[in-house]
């Protein structure tokens, strides 16, 4: 109990800073539209954002109930064109200073979020002024209430979360490009350094073969025999290509065989465990598969190592896979060897991969791809709390009383002066008080009609908010 009313307290005296961030605020808007002192306005919204931000941040800590930033995505740095020249609002500029403070300017302006932090600085204190009996009394219940009532105005928006997500998808779509031509550029080189060749020593083997089939027989028929052995070795290269592309046995018999498999061929002595209750798609499937062959790989050319542990399990509606070695460690994305693109080709599902290897190993490499099983995960979402769902009936089954019979009608009788008053209460008041208890009556029922309607309708909103919410972030040590 002393530590809520503590909270309680921080919050009232954080209206001392409030005021005067509101009155900084007020002046630097002032100077930057009036006087064309624009240079104020950025640093205006970076002080009541962090403001908000705090704010974000306690009540989080203090009622559990989470609100994230609303703010649209920074936009990009500028990029030069052809000519190495800057292009912002048709003006070239020489150096990437201007537009990108141009762009950033804008940037602010334009989001609602900065202007919704601006009203919520205004209407705060008075929020809390109204609230300052329960917190007094009820210093849980009313920390709680003003909860909700950031939640109304520092919680993102429906068009912030799109433009969020809008942005992340473009840069996985990018990665996604990106890998897929690293991926035809290696394929591109095996086979122009591998099977072609085969291909062309095999086709110069068979010239020599026509200029001695009369004259040396002898000789043509060795030439044939290492014509047949080089075709036996091309058709081997030609395999292991296919196998880089998408293994067969991938495809027939799924992500754990086909990786079990793989530790069959690998030189290292690869143990593999599998829980997986559900088979992924199959563009999961080979994403999954060749990064844990890169991993091999790198472990046995790089990291010298002589076992590995291979673990794929499910975790609800995320795959989870983990693969250690017991190599000398070191392992650093920065320097290659793979581990690039193995995040690029994780990026396309939104994975994300985590490393730990220290000096002289172990190294263990854990990867995640979150909601890539294919099973029913919405049982997971968010329910519509008991009190709710009997508010909302409740709400259905007696608001036509207060709209109806105690509204409209009494409204019908009241004006055609009908004398027996019945059931309705308004008709029971003095003169002057009938109109507006028959209004009162009639707000009641569309308010009650309203409630019933828009708490579903919110719940509703909150669960596609859980669905098209980005993956839970890790990050690589």
């Not at 065989?257 to 999961?284: F, I, K, T």
């Not at 693969?323 to 080709?345: M, N, Q």
Request: aromatic share 8%; charged share 20%; with cysteine.
């Amino acid at each position: 109990m002393l530590r809520r009313y503590g909270r309680v307290l921080t919050l009232l005296g954080l209206s001392v800073v409030q005021l005067a961030v509101t009155l900084v605020a007020a002046t630097c808007l002032l100077l930057s539209f009036a006087l064309g002192m624009v240079f104020l306005y950025p640093p205006q919204v970076r002080l009541v954002r962090g403001l908000a931000q705090d704010v974000r941040r306690r009540v989080a800590t203090w009622t559990g109930i989470s609100i994230d930033p609303p703010y649209l995505p920074e936009p990009p740095p500028p990029q030069p064109g052809p000519d190495g020249m800057y292009l912002s609002e048709r003006t070239l500029y020489r150096t990437p200073r201007i537009p990108a403070w141009n762009a950033r300017w804008k940037w602010m302006m334009t989001d609602p979020a900065s202007w919704r932090d601006s009203l919520w600085l205004l209407l705060d204190p008075l929020i809390k002024i109204c609230l300052l009996p329960l917190l007094l009394v009820l210093p849980g219940r009313g920390l709680r209430v003003y909860a909700l009532w950031c939640e109304l105005l520092l919680s993102p928006t429906t068009t912030s979360r799109l433009a969020r997500q809008l942005t992340r998808l473009n840069r996985v779509r990018n990665l996604a490009a990106d890998s897929q031509a690293a991926e035809m550029r290696r394929i591109e080189r095996d086979l122009h350094d591998g099977t072609q060749a085969r291909l062309v020593a095999i086709g110069m083997t068979l010239g020599a073969v026509e200029e001695l089939i009369d004259r040396d027989p002898a000789s043509a028929r060795a030439l044939l025999a290492k014509a047949r052995e080089a075709s036996a070795d091309t058709l081997t290269e030609l395999r292991r290509v296919i196998r880089g592309i998408h293994p067969p046995v991938l495809a027939e018999r799924g992500l754990a065989d086909a990786v079990r498999a793989l530790a069959m061929d690998s030189p290292l002595g690869v143990s593999v465990e599998v829980d997986l209750p559900h088979r992924p798609e199959p563009p999961v499937e080979a994403a999954v598969y060749f990064a844990v062959s890169e991993l091999l790989a790198n472990a046995a050319r790089h990291g010298d190592a002589r076992t590995a542990t291979i673990d794929i399990r499910g975790d609800d509606a995320d795959l989870r896979v983990s693969v250690t070695d017991d190599g000398f460690g070191g392992a650093d994305p920065s320097r290659g060897s793979g581990l690039t693109g193995i995040e690029r080709r994780l990026a396309a599902f939104d994975g994300l991969m985590a490393i730990t290897s220290p000096p002289g190993g172990p190294t263990s490499v854990t990867m995640v791809l979150p909601r890539a099983l294919p099973q029913h995960w919405a049982g997971n979402l968010p329910t519509m709390p008991r009190w709710k769902a009997a508010l909302v009936a409740l709400l259905w089954l007696t608001a036509w009383c207060p709209l109806f019979p105690q509204g409209i009608v009494a409204a019908i009788f009241k004006i055609i002066d009908f004398g027996h008053r019945s059931w309705f209460l308004a008709l029971y008041l003095p003169g002057p008080w009938q109109w507006p208890a028959i209004l009162f009556m009639i707000v009641l029922g569309v308010a009650m009609y309203v409630l019933a309607i828009t708490i579903p309708a919110a719940h509703a909103r909150e669960r596609w908010m859980v669905q098209t919410a980005p993956p839970r972030l890790w990050f690589r040590p």
